[in-house]
């Protein structure tokens, strides 16, 4: 079947070009249609029963801060202007992923690529894509925070120049153990910040509830060493002190440390070190089943 562009269906057909090269398009908020609203409050109601006690006081606070509800997918436009005050981010409509410098540039000038579409009701657990629930849900609260805002403005920057020095699969394990799938601690317990564990329902039991995975604390070096698996849960979560951590992290030199990671053997998804600091030490059951199954 020939796939052409319709002017009412979200997200780019295989091959289609963006009409801008910076990527944006329009969100065509007035273009969702109730079955797809009615997706995203399923969505929204099965995340919000389970994230108190589950994700850290930054992101409820977030999310209690921004036009965001359960009844219809935000306008990006309203999202845009409480974040605008509050750390200088805007939310930008992407028809789903992006080339890297494309995703760099947006990061690098505090705007956040969003997908605009959202996952069909038959993929609510499980898409390979960020749609609007991921993008918006997970990483919009976050936002808010100071301390996020200037992390991740500066992983755009560090991204282009990590590309510039070939490093790349470097920096993103970073982003990948913090802004996707990271656990904070607070209040004697772990709390989860990161947005592809908040944007799901099984991941959010799986990271903090189940036996299975291990729990180390985070240091640059160990996660620039670490593979990590993008279709399925992770087998280790890294924690951090608080999100101002993160933001330390922000004043170092990259350079040196991708030089020396690079002679350092790389680490499984699943490794315990002598030297980690280890929260929970993993069972790895799960993972186990799968590969023997
Ligand atoms: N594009 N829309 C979008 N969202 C992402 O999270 C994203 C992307 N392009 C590239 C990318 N992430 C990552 O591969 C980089 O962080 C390395
Ligand atoms: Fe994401």
């Not at 990590?162 to 004697?188: D, K, S």
């Not at 101002?244 to 053997?265: C, G």
Request: net charge negative; charged share 25%.
């Amino acid at each position: 079947m020939k796939t052409t562009a319709a002017a009412d269906k979200h997200g780019l057909a295989a091959g289609e070009r963006p009409a801008s090269a910076d990527w944006t398009i329009d969100q065509g908020w007035a273009r969702y249609t109730p079955a797809e609203h009615a997706t995203w409050q399923t969505l929204f109601e099965r995340q919000t029963r389970l994230l108190p006690g589950r994700a850290c006081d930054e992101f409820v606070q977030g999310m209690q801060d921004l036009p965001i509800g359960a009844e219809r997918i935000p306008d990006f436009r309203a999202l845009s202007d409480v974040l605008l005050q509050r750390t200088g981010w805007q939310v930008v409509a992407v028809p789903g992923l992006v080339p890297d410098e494309v995703f760099f540039e947006h990061l690098a000038n505090r705007r956040f690529p969003a997908g605009n579409f959202i996952r069909r009701p038959e993929q609510l657990d499980y898409l390979e894509e960020p749609d609007v629930f991921h993008d918006v849900f997970g990483h919009v609260p976050m936002l808010m925070n100071p301390a996020i805002a200037d992390f991740i403005q500066a992983y755009g920057q560090g991204g282009l120049r990590a590309q510039r020095l070939g490093h790349l699969q470097h920096l993103a394990r970073l982003y990948w153990y913090t802004i996707e799938f990271g656990l904070l601690q607070q209040r004697g317990e772990l709390r989860l910040y990161g947005a592809g564990i908040a944007s799901s329902y099984a991941e959010t039991r799986f990271c903090l509830d189940e036996a299975s995975p291990n729990r180390i604390g985070l240091t640059l070096e160990r996660v620039m060493r670490t593979r990590y698996r993008i279709d399925d849960f992770q087998e280790t979560y890294f924690v951090v002190r608080d999100l101002d951590a993160l933001l330390e992290f922000t004043r170092i030199d990259f350079a040196p440390l991708y030089e020396r990671v690079q002679q350092l053997p790389e680490l499984q998804p699943g490794d315990v070190l002598a030297d980690d600091v280890v929260f929970t030490r993993g069972s790895g059951r799960y993972h186990a089943l799968k590969s023997a199954s």
